[in-house]
């Protein structure tokens, strides 16, 4: 998964906020950064799953129309 270019942590350094605010919300967004990924991973594990699933359908469709 690509990263922006501008490093979150950075802009959040930018808040008017106090220091265990800043780094709860930095933790946050770790937080989030790998549930993103665990969830990219899950749609590319379950794309694997289905593409054998669907070539074999359209096999079987292809065999139908004959």
Known sequence: MQ?????LEHLIDQI???ESE???????????ESTVDALAAVASGISK??????HWKAG??????R
């Open 49 to 54: 799953l289905l593409k054998p699933l669907i």
């Open 16 to 18: 008017d906020i106090t």
């Open 22 to 32: 800043r780094e709860a919300v930095k933790a946050q967004v770790r937080l989030a």
């Open 3 to 7: 990263r922006p270019t501008c490093s």
């Open 60 to 65: 079987k469709a292809n065999l139908a129309n």
